[in-house]
């Protein structure tokens, strides 16, 4: 079977690496004109001019991030059958449809409101009462495209640092600690769910996730399956989906999903019987899931900026690493590192070793403490 993907960056790459034990093949169509796969057939198009011979190459298609023109899935949905379907790229690309669709199905989400000015974005600071978090209404990722706004007199410098027509408001919530859920459903409608994992951010780019996330009890990670399940019965999904939380006293709150293959799962490629990259492949070739039982318990954590001492980390013998084949640049994601140990006092010995072997990186720190590394 050959497999088309949207996009040519490194989860495309780990797909294909999933996908070629199963036979697959895979050709990569590229918007950008700067693929880094490193591997599989690349068409790089930056004018749309070669989406027809993209299709005629393919049997399938599916992609690997969600900012890409909505109505090219749409074009290719009508010749060949498209994994995620396209109206869960629309959805994911509009905040706020997002949050309504969360609303709709019962799904938790912060107060918010939209902004077309900044009149109406102090206007919601106001109203929900700050902090509050204005976010660029379409677009952004990985941090970019937002501003806190601690009172209602920082809505005119927040408008214009964002620079986008319409904002997303948020009331600020107060959570423990922020988690994700990844599950895959299957042609046949065949559900499989993930470990929660506990994901620590820093200068708002994901540097470390632990799975299972420690000292999770066990209503969190069922009301994460329901909500989730929810989202992918809803889109008619095939494919992997991930839903970003907040967890609080109160229970769950989403924050925003991710139509595809998600960093906070990179850990299930050692970590997990099957990884999400595997079960990715298999969602949309038509195949059955396969087993999403964790191997004991790991820490993904993220090459950030620079390289680092990568032979020293490849000495490790409970070191995975991962490289995408990129050049260093700050805040660029080069590779990530798999840890996997059999208790959370050995995971964090192990992970706070490897960091040292990589600059930049923050001090590890997660819910975990002294006390509770069971």
Not at 19 to 35: C, E, I, N, W
Not at 230 to 259: C, I, K
Not at 302 to 330: F, M, S, T
């Amino acid at each position: 079977m050959r497999i088309g993907v949207l996009g040519a960056g490194q989860l495309g790459r780990m797909l294909a690496l999933a996908g070629y034990p199963l036979a697959k093949t895979f050709v990569f169509y590229d918007m950008s004109g700067s693929p880094s796969a490193g591997l599989g057939e690349v068409i790089i198009d930056r004018e749309g001019k070669y989406l027809d011979d993209f299709l005629s190459r393919v049997d399938r298609v599916t992609y690997e991030f969600e900012h890409l023109p909505v109505e090219v899935a749409e074009r290719l949905a009508k010749e060949k059958p498209v994994h995620p379907c396209p109206r869960a790229l629309q959805v994911c690309q509009n905040r706020e449809a997002e949050k309504t669709l969360f609303g709709e199905l019962g799904i938790p989400t912060p107060q918010w409101k939209i902004a077309d000015s900044a009149e109406s974005l102090k206007a919601a600071a106001e109203s929900l009462g700050c902090p509050v978090v204005a976010k660029s209404n379409t677009e952004g990722y990985d941090g970019k495209g937002q501003a806190v706004l601690k009172s209602p007199e920082d809505a005119e410098a927040a408008w214009a640092s964002i620079g986008h027509p319409r904002l997303m408001v948020e009331k600020f919530v107060e959570f423990s600690r922020e988690v994700s859920i990844i599950a895959v459903r299957a042609e046949d409608g065949q559900l499989a769910f993930y470990p929660i994992s506990e994901n620590v951010h820093h200068e708002g780019i994901l540097r470390y996730s632990i799975a299972p996330a420690p000292r999770l009890e066990k209503h969190i990670q069922e009301d994460a399956e329901l909500h989730i399940k929810a989202l992918l019965n809803e889109l008619d999904y095939v494919g992997v989906l991930t839903l970003e939380l907040f967890e609080t006293a109160d229970g769950l709150v989403a924050n925003e999903m991710a139509p595809r293959v998600h960093n906070s799962g990179h850990w299930t490629i050692e970590g997990a019987m099957t990884s999400q990259f595997e079960n990715h492949i298999r969602a949309v070739s038509g195949h059955p899931l396969g087993n999403v039982a964790p191997r004991g318990l790991s820490c993904m954590v993220n090459i950030i900026g620079e390289h680092g001492d990568v032979e020293r980390l490849l000495e490790l013998p409970y070191a995975h690493v991962h490289l995408y084949n990129k050049g260093e640049r700050p805040g660029r994601k080069l590779g990530h590192v798999n840890i996997l140990a059999d208790s959370y006092a050995e995971l964090v010995w192990r992970v706070r070793n490897c960091v040292q072997f990589l600059p930049g990186s923050p001090e590890f720190s997660s819910s975990l403490n002294a006390s509770d590394r069971r």
